[in-house]
Structure formats: structure tokens, C-alpha cells
């Protein structure tokens, strides 16, 4: 039996909307058939954004996206993607898979698919290719509402008013695919790059994201603050020269060169994914360190903008399109994460996963006209009411565990979040492929009055296919007893449940 001790008098910070993130980068069929469409395509779709897809994602309230890489960002040029459209340059997109890339997505698609979905913009700029003056020029085509070559030319080009940037990132992967630099060759780059990402007139800060580590490199996250960080001035507008720091980390099972399939896996490789998937939360609290010398009082977020899981792609399909099957093992690694976000919501200020649509972790897939929604994707329903709340103390007692041979771990694993009216998410998720668990909620002071409580569980290779869209989904949950003291169930193997108390 398990106890979840939930404190709901003492809050822990606010989780911004943000950690629920996603990134869309041009890569095999993200942007282009996931996403945009040709108009004539006989895919129904407003200004080429596929209704089926902006709908269902509408429905997990999105609340930023990140674009257009990945290491597509730093080969990008942002003027090859605008203007007319039979002008724009053709070219080859290298890294992946080597097809063309008619720069139809470009800028203005970017911001009406946003304005479509109703979330935030990050777009990532390009240092590992490009100059400082590209760089300028594209904050200034975006976001400039004055007269200017640059404003000009946007006007020119159909959009008169400038849009929103809410966050710009100096490049990506700086120390691998953006250029192979070292940190502190790159820290100096983000402190000229940077400088030249205005905040023009009254327009809203952009906020700027640094480039960070890779994994466990503490070396590159202690390097580029020593070389660049710099504190900020609240008294003459002066943010510093960052308001976040980026974090790349993949699950992939047994390593890069042994990733596996994402849908033939035994037991043990369940948990070896398992257990790489809660490394997460030593990655935040290693970066979370080295960031407190510098900044103590967490001004910084940590921004967690690419994460999931990296299998094989799927057998016949393109080596260079990353696309992956999505079972009821990454609706694990997504509620672990996203749990682990949720308490470390001091530090960790916005995630991205990796990828929104048809690329590694998906939430949504696609093959033609047709759609199927991820087990991934019904934990972000399932999860959507943590963006914006508190974060709650609980604890869990840890008597259960799970695992084999030299992956051990506990089995289940929580957040609590409340709203402002009150009421409270609990997440939880049970990683045994084999055990159910008692568990009993005990809450300091509250009096459930009303509990909706939904499940997604299912044997763990379980996934959804074309063919069977809804074989995983979550579905009403309704075996639990509400006692003086709080709420009793028994949670299945392999599940998630949300439950919502008021
Ligand atoms: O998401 C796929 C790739 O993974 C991104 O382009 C890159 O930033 C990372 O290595």
C-alpha cells in the first residue's frame, strides 16, 4: 500500500503554462504534411494549417511552440521563407534526409499557425551559419512597428501589424550540429548575438534563450555563464544578457547506438527507459546548481526545449525523418517527465517535447488525410490543467518499488498542482508492468466534495495505428472511494491517472 501525503496549504511555485510546451522543426513529415498542406490538397485546412491537427491540439491548450529547429535552425536563412511564394529559394535540407525544402513554411505561416492554435511564439535563430545582421534584421522584420526597411518589407509582404515574439533562442546545439563550438567560444557569440535582439519601442520583451548543455555537460552550462551571464537590472530595464538557459535531453534506451524499436521491447528495456526517463530529474537539479551560483533567486528558467524519447524509425520509412511509433511506454516517459517538470517549476520555467506532429515523440501522427492521437498526447490532456496552476506539497511513501536486475526504481511517482478556485490535480503513474498498487490520498484539511478521475493504462507495447486509432485512450475512471480523511483506489500496471478534486 501507498500513502500520498498532499499538503495543499503549502505551495510551491507557480507552473508556467509554458513547461507544455512542443517544438515543430522542418523535419521529414512535422511542418510539412503534419502540419501545412497544400491548399488544394484535399486535406481541409484554413491557409494551409490542417484543421484535424490544429483542432486536436487546440484541445491540449498549447501553450508555446518552438521553431524552426533543431539543427534546421542554424542553416535556416528566414528570407528564403518569405514573399511570394513560387519566388522563394529551393533548396536541400541537409541534415535531414537530404529532400527539398521549399521554404513555403516560412515566417508568416509560422505566426498564423500560432495565431491558429492560440499559444505563444519561440522561434530560434541561427548562429552556427548565420551573421549577426540576419539575425537582427529577422527580430526587426517580426517585431518592429515603425518605419524601417525590415518593417517595410513585412508590410510588403501582407502583414502590416508586427507580430509577437515571446521567446527567441541564439542558436541550438551550439556545441554539436550549431556549429561545434566550445563553450566559451559560444558564450561570447551569445554576448554579441544577443545584443542585437531588440526590444523595439513598446513592444513586449522578447525573452532570450542561451544555449545549453547537452545532457549531463555541466562543463558547457558552467563555461557559458561564466563567459556570459550577467545579472539583471530592473532598474533601467536591463534583463541581463539571458532569461533562460536551454536543456537537450533524449531517452534513448540503450543508448545512441542502440535506440531499439518503439514498439518491440522487453521488459527490461521498459525499464531501463523508464529509468533513463527519470534522469530528468537529476539533469534539473545538476544545471538547477550551477545556475543558483549565478542566480539564486531563479530569475532564469531552465528551458527544457527538447525532450522524449529516440527510438529506430519505423521499418520502410526515411532514416533521416525520425519518425517513431508512440506506446503506452512513452505515455510513461511523458507523465514521469512532465511530472518532474511540475516540481522543480522554480527552476524549469518551459519544456518542449519533442516533436508535435510525426517526428520522435509525438503527440499526433499522421498518413495522408488520416489522424491518430498518441498515448502521449492523452497524457498532456490529461495533464493540462497543471499550466498556470501551483504546485502543491505531496508525498508519496515510497515502500513500493519496481524494476529489474540493475534498473530499480520506485513505482509510482506524483504531482499536485491547485487553482485558483481551489481545486486540485493529481497525477500518477504506476511504472510496474506487472503490480497494481493501494493507494490511499490523504489531504491536510480538505473535504473532497467532487472527484473526476480519468485512466489511461494498457499492456505496454499498447499503442494507437491507422487502422485502430483508439485502442489507447483515456477513459473514465471510476473505482476509488472517498474516505473521512481523503480519496482510495488501486492503480493498475502501467497507468496514469488524473484525478480533479474540489
Ligand atoms: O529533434 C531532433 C534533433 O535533435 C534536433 O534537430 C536537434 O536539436 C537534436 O539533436
Request: with cysteine; aromatic share 12%.
Amino acid at each position: 500500500m501507498a500513502k500520498l501525503y498532499i499538503n495543499e496549504k503549502k505551495k510551491k511555485g507557480h507552473i508556467n503554462p509554458e513547461i507544455y510546451g512542443h517544438f515543430s522543426e522542418h523535419l521529414g513529415r512535422c511542418i510539412y504534411e503534419g502540419l501545412f498542406v497544400k491548399k488544394d490538397s484535399g486535406i481541409p485546412n484554413i491557409n494551409g494549417m490542417r484543421t484535424d491537427v490544429v483542432e486536436a491540439l487546440k484541445d491540449i491548450q498549447i501553450p508555446v511552440l518552438r521553431w524552426p529547429g533543431g539543427c534546421f535552425a542554424d542553416e535556416y536563412h528566414w528570407m528564403d521563407g518569405i514573399g511570394p511564394k513560387k519566388n522563394r529559394k529551393k533548396m536541400i535540407n541537409t541534415h535531414w534526409g537530404g529532400v527539398l525544402e521549399d521554404n513555403s513554411f516560412g515566417t508568416h505561416e509560422f505566426f498564423e499557425l500560432c495565431r491558429q492554435l492560440g499559444c505563444k511564439t519561440y522561434i530560434n535563430g541561427n548562429v552556427g551559419s548565420g551573421s549577426v545582421k540576419e539575425m537582427s534584421e529577422w527580430v526587426e522584420y517580426m517585431t518592429f512597428d515603425g518605419i524601417s526597411p525590415m518593417a517595410d518589407m513585412r508590410r510588403e509582404n501582407g502583414h502590416d501589424k508586427p507580430w509577437r515574439v515571446d521567446y527567441f533562442g541564439i542558436g541550438n546545439e551550439n556545441w554539436g550540429c550549431g556549429g561545434n563550438m566550445t563553450p566559451e567560444y559560444y558564450g561570447n557569440l551569445y554576448r554579441r548575438y544577443q545584443t542585437y535582439v531588440r526590444h523595439y519601442g513598446k513592444a513586449a520583451p522578447i525573452n532570450k534563450i542561451c544555449g545549453g548543455p547537452n545532457a549531463d555537460d555541466d562543463n558547457w552550462t558552467k563555461k557559458v555563464l561564466e563567459t556570459c551571464y550577467a545579472s539583471p537590472h530592473p532598474e533601467n530595464d536591463f534583463h541581463g544578457f539571458m532569461d533562460g538557459l536551454s536543456l537537450h535531453y533524449y531517452v534513448h534506451p540503450g543508448g545512441w547506438d542502440n535506440k531499439g524499436s518503439a514498439t518491440d521491447f522487453d521488459e527490461k528495456t521498459w525499464y531501463q527507459t523508464m529509468d533513463k526517463a527519470l534522469y530528468m530529474d537529476k539533469l534539473i537539479r545538476l544545471h538547477g546548481a550551477i545556475m543558483d551560483q549565478y542566480d539564486p533567486e531563479k530569475k532564469i528558467g531552465l528551458i527544457v526545449d527538447e525532450w522524449g524519447t529516440w527510438y529506430e524509425v519505423e521499418p520502410g520509412t526515411n532514416p533521416g525523418f525520425l519518425y517513431q511509433q508512440n506506446t503506452m511506454r512513452d505515455a510513461l516517459v511523458a507523465a514521469l517527465t512532465l511530472n518532474i517538470f511540475n516540481k522543480h517549476c522554480d527552476r524549469v520555467k518551459m519544456a518542449c517535447i519533442a516533436q508535435m506532429v510525426n517526428v520522435l515523440q509525438s503527440v499526433i501522427l499522421t498518413e495522408g488525410d488520416k489522424m491518430l492521437l498518441t498515448p502521449t498526447y492523452h497524457i498532456f490532456r490529461m495533464y493540462k490543467d497543471h499550466q498556470g496552476a501551483e504546485l502543491v506539497e505531496s508525498f508519496l511513501t515510497e515502500e513500493e518499488t519496481t524494476g529489474m536486475e540493475e534498473y530499480e526504481m520506485p513505482a509510482l511517482q506524483e504531482s499536485v498542482s491547485m487553482k485558483e478556485d481551489g481545486s486540485i490535480l493529481v497525477t500518477l503513474a504506476n511504472l510496474s508492468v506487472s503490480d497494481r498498487h493501494f493507494v490511499e490520498i490523504v489531504f491536510a484539511k480538505k473535504k473532497p466534495k467532487e472527484v473526476k478521475a480519468e485512466i489511461l493504462n494498457g499492456e505496454i507495447h499498447a499503442h494507437n495505428t491507422f487502422e485502430e486509432p483508439e485502442k489507447v485512450k483515456g477513459k473514465a475512471f471510476e473505482d476509488f472511494a472517498v474516505t473521512d480523511e481523503g480519496i482510495s483506489f488501486i492503480i493498475p500496471a502501467c497507468s496514469v491517472i488524473s484525478l480533479h478534486v474540489s
